[in-house]
């Protein structure tokens, strides 16, 4: 059975269990072990998610008969939905009750993915894969307040060291294990790995997970309906700006003018309405603020450099899926020794904006490395970027986490947790987004200038571009291995121009981090 704070009141907290100041759960669970793993199970499922169908995408088109367009909505309708769905986490929380939102969270989450797996063509399995959406964006804002609530504050860095490893992790891992699954088994145990994991989880949350006390906030139905539509078309217009060929089209103006539309008028009802959907005196926060803004830099730099990789080693470097995976392997690792390392040093009494610039010079100096790669990179300098990367973004996603909470009180963490979630799955799309769009403006930049070099004289005489057509289909074949040649050293290049771009919006984050107040939490 579930228990409740030891004066016996759902939600109360630390200071009113034990004095002020007092080293105390907010939250008193009768297994404190097994509830941090049915938390973190709900959270791995919900982070495998949103990266492990990538691989699987051309097997889902091929089984289902999709096109390339529609097949994208796999991955499209779980980000909108997620999004959609994230910024009422709070309301719901406080009014059905953060355990049975997050239990419930999870079953849904378990029978979407089931229904995803079984899914018979594609529209079936974009309804399903909205679903998903919907009910995984609960689980890592209440995951979080949840292991929060149930540890001491005196443990916070530590708890939060086992949760940040999970969500930074999951992201790298997702891709090896949907390419495994799928060239091992099918891609519809891509869905199906969720079941295992999910009533573990389930298992352990009933049975362990204590309640908090309900509240009848009023839900702000305007607030939602336009920050709906504001968040929604920015996910449409991230994710299709790219084949829609971006302001040259005019589905992505109109997205653009719904983004600005809904934004606009959601920050001024916020600001002007008593019972707002967010609790906006967050920002008032600084800790809170700069973590905001820190969160969604992490947030491009980690998932656009996520995004190019891969598709470099693949297309550029030959490598195959499996060992694509394992070359970048040691960024998870790092992530997990800096998670550790990033708790410990908090829990030392190290200066935490030490701790962070820290981090952030090592993300820079891994990003400074692949600004340097060419065609014959090996497989050493891969490893060795990918560890230093996972180690300074690993050693900064900790205290950032432990900065934004220092100050709130208990009853503001799942709200925070849910602005915070969001900023990183909207800094995630747009990095990415960002990312494809520069690759390809550079690539056709770089194409051009290379073409235009490529003369007899470049040639070492041994070309002469005049009188090829006489060779007919041999020299035909000869003009197509060079501007193949051409393509592949362009396409390298536009690869280096965006580490540079992530080196150097890593390294003006760096004053940011002496800003941070290092205060005791309340």
């Not at 290049?493 to 771009?501: E, K, Q």
Request: hydrophobic residues 50%; charged residues 10%; glycine residues 8%.
């Amino acid at each position: 059975m579930a228990s409740v704070p030891a004066d016996g009141k759902p939600g109360t907290d630390p200071a009113a269990a034990g004095g002020p100041g007092a080293d105390v759960a907010a939250l008193h669970t009768d297994n404190y072990a097994l509830t941090i793993l049915g938390l973190m199970l709900a959270s791995v499922m919900q982070v495998l998610d949103t990266t492990i169908a990538n691989v699987a995408l051309p097997h889902i088109q091929s089984s289902l008969g999709a096109t390339t367009d529609s097949v994208t909505w796999v991955l499209t309708s779980y980000m909108i939905a997620s999004a959609v769905a994230t910024p009422v986490t709070g309301w719901l929380a406080e009014r059905v009750g953060a355990r049975q939102l997050f239990i419930g969270g999870v079953v849904v989450f378990i029978v979407a993915s089931m229904l995803c797996g079984a899914a018979r063509n594609i529209e079936q399995i974009v309804i399903f894969r909205v679903l998903q959406g919907i009910a995984g964006a609960f689980l890592p804002p209440l995951s979080q307040s949840f292991m929060l609530d149930t540890t001491k504050p005196s443990r916070h860095p530590h708890v939060m060291s086992i949760w940040s490893a999970t969500v930074m992790v999951g992201p790298i891992v997702g891709p090896v294990l949907g390419g495994w699954l799928t060239e091992s088994w099918n891609w519809r145990f891509v869905f199906y790995i969720n079941l295992p994991l999910g009533l573990i989880s389930l298992f352990l949350l009933i049975t362990y997970l204590p309640d908090r006390a309900k509240t009848k906030r009023r839900f702000d139905m305007f607030g939602f309906a336009w920050l709906a539509i504001g968040l929604a078309s920015l996910q449409l217009m991230l994710d299709r700006g790219n084949r829609a060929d971006w302001f040259d089209s005019l589905e992505i103006w109109i997205y653009a003018g719904l983004v600005i539309s809904g934004f606009w008028i959601t920050a001024i009802h916020f600001k002007t309405t008593k019972n707002p959907l967010l609790d906006m005196s967050l920002f008032k926060d600084r800790n809170y603020l700069i973590g905001f803004v820190v969160m969604v830099i992490l947030s491009i730099v980690v998932f656009s450099t996520m995004a190019l990789v891969p598709p470099m080693l693949q297309h550029l470097q030959g490598y195959s899926v499996i060992a694509t995976g394992i070359a970048l392997m040691p960024r998870g690792v790092g992530t997990i020794i800096s998670t550790q390392l990033g708790g410990w040093l908090m829990r030392k009494g190290v200066d935490i904006r030490v701790t962070l610039t820290m981090g952030v010079l090592v993300t820079a100096w891994s990003l400074w490395d692949m600004a340097h790669w060419s065609l014959d990179v090996d497989m050493w300098h891969i490893v060795v970027a990918g560890f230093l990367q996972g180690l300074g973004t690993g050693i900064i996603f900790i205290p950032i986490n432990i900065v934004a909470f220092l100050s709130l009180k208990p009853s503001q963490r799942t709200d925070a947790s849910s602005m915070m979630n969001l900023t990183r799955s909207l800094g995630s799309s747009f990095g990415v987004s960002m990312a494809t769009v520069t690759l390809a403006h550079n690539m056709q930049v770089s194409h051009s200038d290379l073409a235009s070099n490529i003369t007899a004289e470049t040639g070492g005489g041994m070309i002469d571009f005049s009188t090829v057509d006489r060779f007919q289909a041999i020299g035909q074949a000869g003009l197509a291995m060079v501007d193949a040649e051409v393509t592949r050293q362009a396409a390298m290049i536009a690869y280096v121009d965006d580490y540079y771009m992530m080196f150097w919006l890593t390294l003006l984050s760096a004053p940011l981090m002496l800003l941070v107040k290092p205060d005791k939490p309340k």
